[in-house]
C-alpha cells in the first residue's frame, strides 16, 4: 500500500474519469463530425455499406486496451488494500450485526460495540497500518468509509481481511451500505482517528 486508502482509491477513481471524460469527447466528436458531414442535403444520395476492418479492429484493440489497464489498476489496489501481512500493524476485528457494529482489539482486552441507539465510535492512529478482520453474525452487511473511498462486505461465516491507513486527525462517519434489514439506514459508527498518544490514553480508557 503507497498510502493512504483515500489516496489510493482515489488514484484509480481519477483514472476512472480522465479515461471516461477522454471516451466522452471523442464520443461526441465522431457525433458531430457524422451529423455535419451527412447531413441530408438536396440531390444527395444515401451511400451504401462501407466497410473499414483496420478502422474497426483498431478501435476494438484501443477499446480492449483501456478495459485491461482498468481491470489491472481496480484489482492491483484491491489487492493491495488486502494485504495485512504487516506484523506492527494495529489489528481490529469488525463483527457486523443487526444492527450494529462490535470492534474488538485482540491482545488489548478492549472492545467497543454500538446499535441503531448508541453509535459506536472506534479508534485507530494516525499515519500507521490498520488491519481488519471482518465478518457478520446474521445477514450480510458492508462496511463502509466513505472519507476512505473503501468498502467490504461482511459475510456470516467467512472472514474478510484488509488493510487501511488512515491520514487525517479528526472522527470520519462509516455506516453498513448493504441493505440489512428495517433497521438498516442507522446502522452507523465512528471512526476517531487519533495521534499516537491520544490512542494510547483512549486504549487504556476503555479496558
Avoid at 469488525?94 to 485482540?106: E, I, L, N
Avoid at 478492549?110 to 492512529?125: L, Y
Amino acid at each position: 500500500m503507497s498510502g493512504s486508502t483515500r489516496s489510493d482509491f482515489a488514484s484509480v477513481w481519477s483514472l476512472y474519469l480522465w479515461i471516461g471524460i477522454g471516451v466522452a469527447v471523442l464520443v461526441l466528436a465522431a457525433i458531430l463530425f457524422a451529423v455535419v458531414r451527412y447531413r441530408d442535403r438536396p440531390g444527395r444520395v444515401a451511400s451504401g455499406p462501407d466497410e473499414r476492418t483496420a478502422v474497426e479492429i483498431g478501435a476494438a484493440v484501443v477499446i480492449l486496451a483501456i478495459v485491461a489497464l482498468l481491470v489491472f489498476r481496480t484489482f492491483h489496489t484491491e489487492a493491495e488494500e488486502d494485504n495485512s501481512s504487516a506484523t506492527d500493524a494495529v489489528r481490529i476485528e469488525v463483527d457486523a450485526f443487526q444492527w450494529g457494529w462490535k470492534f474488538t482489539y485482540p491482545g488489548q482486552g478492549v472492545t467497543v460495540i454500538g446499535n441503531n441507539d448508541r453509535e459506536p465510535n472506534f479508534a485507530v492512529p494516525a499515519g500507521r497500518r490498520v488491519s481488519f478482520a471482518l465478518t457478520s453474525s446474521d445477514v450480510i452487511h458492508a462496511m463502509w468509509i466513505p472519507e476512505q473511498r473503501f468498502k467490504k462486505d461482511a459475510i456470516p461465516h467467512r472472514v474478510n481481511h484488509f488493510d487501511m491507513e488512515f491520514e487525517e486527525l479528526g472522527r470520519e462517519q462509516g455506516l453498513c451500505s448493504e441493505f440489512c434489514g428495517f433497521r438498516h439506514s442507522g446502522m452507523r459508527f465512528g471512526v476517531l482517528v487519533m495521534s499516537d498518544k491520544g490512542y494510547g490514553r483512549w486504549l487504556a480508557t476503555h479496558r
